[in-house]
């Protein structure tokens, strides 16, 4: 018996997936023939899904149940997406429709990854240095320093403390190192919600991650209302699609608003501090026209875009900053050995 819940699926097997399932229903192939034929080429978690997909077919239950096994592959949106779709006899579009979206969802996270990939090597870079300085470095002039007994000013002596429980206790640091970070990956998972909320709460993380969320919400309202799901239903699932708590609790907000008789844009409006005036505007036009679902699609493009930019500029910005960061971290590390040696030589040149 497979453990569905646990079962996890690469972006790539899910847009296969999607993208293959979609394009032989639209040639007018069978939905359990379709899924028989998809099952002969692949491998892993992809065909375990498959083949729970079959067999739930089989007995006669819908494609949607068979996502709702999946709660790691899908998310409720894309289920209540496919469950409208298999209702409304559209399935075959609304899988090209999930593709396209995930493509997005993909190059999307592909941009704030490659943002954030110069960082983390200056910091790699940093910490290999500074490894390489405790190791070969350090332990050569602290025993030169002991030997003429200098008297060593205190960025020296702990640079020779740490150089010294490095080398002397390896095994005790090393593990104490596993530990901490087995620790923070435990409390990463058990408070992701509360310690995401922290890290986009700061200056200029704040900005680009309500973005971010606006953007996904957006796209993730269109999808639910172009598959014909009622708008105060397709605003619940999408609380569930942000990260950070304050644009959650506007979504939360306009949804009430709309339950009550409002328009989504007045909803908006109420929350102007998380919602943008041009995100506002769009809105008001797409009510006006009765194509609500559009103007959520013209939106998530509109802030991709604005999120992108402001990636671009943040990354300009931050490689500079960080190479002065850690250039001068770098240099203090090596003036609090060099001092010392100074000392030392003027020592000698003084007698």
Do not use: C, W
């Amino acid at each position: 018996m497979i453990k569905t819940e646990s079962v996890t699926l690469s972006n790539s097997d899910k847009l296969s997936t999607l993208r293959d399932l979609g394009t032989m229903l639209s040639a007018g192939i069978p939905l359990l023939e379709s899924v028989q034929a998809l099952l002969e080429d692949s491998r892993g978690n992809q065909k375990k899904f498959l083949e729970v997909l079959r067999d739930d077919l089989t007995q006669g239950k819908h494609v949607y149940f068979t996502f709702s096994k999946f709660p790691n592959v899908f998310t409720k949106v894309v289920t209540s997406i496919v469950k409208a779709s298999e209702e409304a006899g559209t399935l075959d579009v609304t899988l090209k429709d999930l593709k396209e979206n995930l493509k997005k969802d993909i190059e999307f996270s592909d941009k704030v990854k490659s943002a954030l990939i110069y960082p983390l090597f200056i910091v790699g870079v940093f910490f290999a240095v500074l490894l390489m300085i405790l190791i070969v470095v350090v332990p050569k002039i602290s025993s030169v320093f002991s030997r003429m007994n200098v008297v060593l000013p205190l960025p020296t002596k702990i640079m020779i403390y740490m150089s010294e429980a490095l080398l002397n206790q390896t095994i005790p640091v090393v593990f104490g190192l596993a530990v901490f970070s087995f620790l923070a990956l435990f409390l990463y998972k058990r408070q992701k919600k509360f310690l995401l909320n922290l890290i986009v709460k700061l200056p200029v993380v704040s900005i680009l991650a309500k973005d971010i969320d606006l953007t996904k919400f957006s796209r993730n309202l269109y999808l639910l209302l172009n598959a014909g799901i009622p708008i105060t239903s397709a605003l619940e699932l999408t609380e569930n699609v942000v990260a950070n708590r304050e644009v959650e609790m506007g979504v939360r907000h306009a949804k009430e608003a709309v339950a009550v008789g409002h328009k989504l844009s007045e909803g908006f409006k109420n929350n102007r501090r998380i919602f943008p005036s041009i995100m506002i505007r769009i809105t008001e036009a797409g009510e006006r026209s009765g194509s609500l679902d559009k103007s959520m699609s013209e939106i998530s493009d509109f802030l991709d875009y604005q999120v992108s930019a402001k990636l671009k500029t943040a990354t300009a910005l931050l490689e500079p900053i960080m190479l002065v960061v850690i250039g001068v971290l770098v240099g203090g590390m090596m003036l609090s050995i060099i001092a010392p040696i100074y000392g030392l030589i003027g020592q000698v040149g003084g007698r």
